[in-house]
């Protein structure tokens, strides 16, 4: 195991908390060798090289120190959005977390904004035989109404919701779902009952490919022990992940694109 590796291990043994961001995935170059096929593909190998260009930039001051968090990051990649071109950039988060807030507030750091025009959470996890009802879904819900009212974030969205269940979310809500995300692998067309629903209450529906869980405990503890070997990487389960993308509003045009998460240490 090379100098690199064995900093990065040692650091990783100390910390508690691991923020791990790609940067802007357009800004990638010579990192990207492959076009992968899905989304769970380009995130393991997000990840990997993420933690590969990091571990070989460590500065010797930060082994000295430990910190209990680690900021991991491919540095060349991180771009903020210009201020004077916030105005023509539409700025989208898709979010399955359990901590929306930090998520919210670490995207806005990381792209030097104030406010996220829109963002997508993803259903949150359930038991397997249980049916996801309004009461699963409120929590996260009432977070992303707090940040709308905050200003935090413009407009809100959720993802894999039938009609019944998009329904008793509307019904409910005080800040409105303004788009739902479909999962086409699932149905090749929108459901009827869903489409009309949508277009009597002006939800615009979306359409998505991902898998149910886009990143598993697993898949990232795998990313973490091929990136870094010999580590415990079974001490390490994320907590959260965001994929973010900056679009020109006028034309369409991804400008940027990556993804953002938080991981944390068995027991600490």
């Known amino acids: 195991?090379?100098?690199?590796?064995?900093?990065?291990?040692?650091?990783?043994?100390?910390?508690?908390?691991?923020?791990?961001?790609?940067?802007?995935?357009?800004?990638?170059?010579?990192?990207?060798?492959?076009c992968p096929s899905t989304h769970s593909e380009e995130l393991h190998d997000c990840i990997q090289k993420t933690l590969n260009e990091w571990s070989s930039q460590i500065n010797p001051d930060l082994v000295r120190e430990f910190p209990d968090v680690l900021e991991c990051t491919v540095s060349h990649a991180v771009e903020k959005i210009n201020p004077d071109e916030r105005e023509e950039m539409k700025v989208s988060e898709s979010n399955s977390s359990s901590s929306t807030r930090s998520a919210v507030d670490m995207a806005c750091s990381v792209l030097g904004v104030a406010q996220l025009d829109s963002v997508i959470i993803a259903?949150?996890?359930?038991?397997?035989?249980?049916?996801?009802?309004?009461?699963?879904?409120?929590?996260?819900?009432?977070?992303?109404?707090?940040?709308?009212?905050?200003?935090?974030?413009?407009?809100?969205?959720?993802?894999?919701?039938d009609k019944t269940q998009l329904e008793q979310l509307y019904q409910w809500a005080q800040v409105k779902p303004n788009s739902n995300q479909v999962n086409l692998a699932s149905c090749c067309v929108m459901p009827p009952d869903l489409t009309a629903f949508a277009k009597q209450f002006d939800i615009q529906l979306l359409t998505h490919n991902d898998p149910k869980e886009l990143l598993s405990e697993a898949s990232f503890q795998e990313a973490l022990q091929e990136s870094i070997p010999d580590i415990q990487a079974h001490e390490w389960v994320p907590l959260w992940l965001l994929r973010y993308s900056v679009i020109v509003k006028s034309r369409g045009i991804i400008k940027s694109k990556g993804y953002i998460l938080q991981a944390k240490r068995r027991g600490s």
Do not use: C, F
């Open 123 to 161: 259903s949150p996890p359930i038991e397997d035989g249980v049916n996801l009802s309004l009461e699963h879904l409120q929590p996260y819900w009432e977070e992303l109404e707090n940040l709308v009212q905050s200003k935090k974030i413009v407009a809100i969205g959720t993802s894999d919701l």
């Open 1 to 34: 195991m090379g100098t690199d590796s064995r900093a990065a291990k040692a650091l990783l043994a100390r910390a508690r908390t691991l923020h791990l961001q790609t940067g802007n995935l357009l800004n990638w170059g010579r990192l990207r060798k492959k």
